[in-house]
Nanobody, 119 residues
Framework: QVQLVESGGGLVQAGDSLRLSCAASGRTSSMNALGWFRQAPGEEREFVAGISRSGVSTNYADSVKGRFTISRDNAKNTVYLQMNSLKPEDTAVYYC????????????WGKGTLVTVSS
């Protein structure tokens, strides 16, 4: 079992930056890959970014490439999402996810943190 707790959401203006954190605990092998997903009101949940255990492999949705950066601190079992140049369309509940590899990192979910970007 893996437990994921997100933090760092809030209300910001367009162009601002925000950093989300997700503290993970539980079986290490089940959180080799950590990632972020988001769900806007009335929309499907979508992938945002993922990172391997070593941090060498990362991937991003096209909509956030160049603006968002995912990183992790394995000593703290924490994954971060640095979000720069935020846009109103980034408004969503952001969820942390974990799994054994990047191809399957949705075995576990956090409860989410709300990010609201005003124009």
């Amino acid at each position: 079992q893996v437990q994921l707790v997100e933090s760092g959401g809030g209300l910001v203006q367009a162009g601002d930056s925000l950093r989300l954190s997700c503290a993970a605990s539980g079986r290490t092998s089940s959180m080799n890959a950590l990632g972020w997903f988001r769900q806007a009101p009335g929309e499907e949940r979508e992938f945002v970014a993922g990172i391997s255990r070593s941090g060498v492999s990362t991937n991003y949705a096209d909509s956030v490439k160049g603006r968002f950066t995912i990183s992790r601190d394995n000593a703290k079992n924490t994954v971060y999402l640095q979000m720069n140049s935020l846009k109103p369309e980034d408004t969503a509940v952001y969820y942390c996810a974990a799994g054994p590899n990047l191809a399957r990192m949705t075995d576990y979910w956090g409860k989410g943190t709300l990010v609201t970007v005003s124009s």
